[in-house]
């Protein structure tokens, strides 16, 4: 069987768990291989956010990031890769993706918690500077409604930077998605920085048997 094939039996079986028990399940079967599988499906949807959105971001010991859905932290080490000096902390829901991230030593301090819409993240109101999703806005993940719980932990100013995957499945989702941030545009909640159209898996994936495409975004609170 071909890497990108191994690859795609992986990310297929956390991608379409339909209820979180099941997919926390899933992540940790897969932890321990993930980085390696994600290579395999060529996943760069990571490193591209970093690109589009790094020039963008504080960055100065004083700085804070919040890594939301931080996986095994591949989101923060891009971001150290490319530079960055500031403090991160990191927030993932499933335990054994957490403890790999929180060996890379990339962290201040991390959180084991599920990120949902209708509780507050474990962090103070007002506290980071950036905050940032990658790979973690789809359906039976990261829910829309969660998005004002993060601008809440954003100071005035900071930076709200996340990816959302372009597919016919995950096309739903988007709309919603699309639609709170228009809300919370019109309400002068925030502003959208740039929206950018990047790769996100450079081998075929499941849908249509193409390279996987994402809109990057970088929106202000203001």
């Not at 940032?132 to 932990?153: D, M, S, T, V, Y």
Request: aromatic share 10%; net charge negative.
């Amino acid at each position: 069987m071909a890497h990108e094939e191994v690859g795609w039996s992986y990310v297929n079986d956390v991608v379409y768990q339909n209820n979180p028990k099941d997919r926390n399940e899933a992540y940790s079967r897969m932890a321990p291989v993930y980085d390696v599988q994600m290579k395999n499906v060529g996943s760069v949807g990571n490193r591209g956010l970093v690109k589009v959105a790094f020039h963008l971001v504080k960055n100065d010991e004083t700085s804070q990031m919040l890594d939301v859905a931080a996986g095994t932290g591949w989101t923060a080490e891009h971001f150290r890769d490319s530079g960055y000096v500031g403090q991160i902390d990191g927030i993932e829901m499933n335990a054994a993706m957490l403890d790999i991230a929180r060996k890379r030593g990339l962290y201040r301090k991390t959180f084991c918690q599920e990120v949902v819409d209708d509780s507050p993240l474990p962090v103070a109101d007002s506290t980071y500077d950036v905050a940032i999703a990658a790979g973690a806005f789809l359906e039976n993940h990261l829910p829309q409604g969660c998005i004002p719980h993060i601008l809440r932990a954003l100071k005035p100013g900071g930076l709200l930077i996340f990816n959302c995957r372009i597919t016919e499945k995950n096309s739903k989702y988007q709309m919603i998605l699309r639609d709170l941030l228009a809300l919370l545009v019109s309400e002068n909640t925030i502003e959208l920085v740039t929206e950018e159209k990047i790769d996100f898996y450079q081998s075929s994936c499941k849908e249509d048997g193409k390279p996987m495409k994402a809109f990057a975004f970088v929106y202000r609170k203001l």
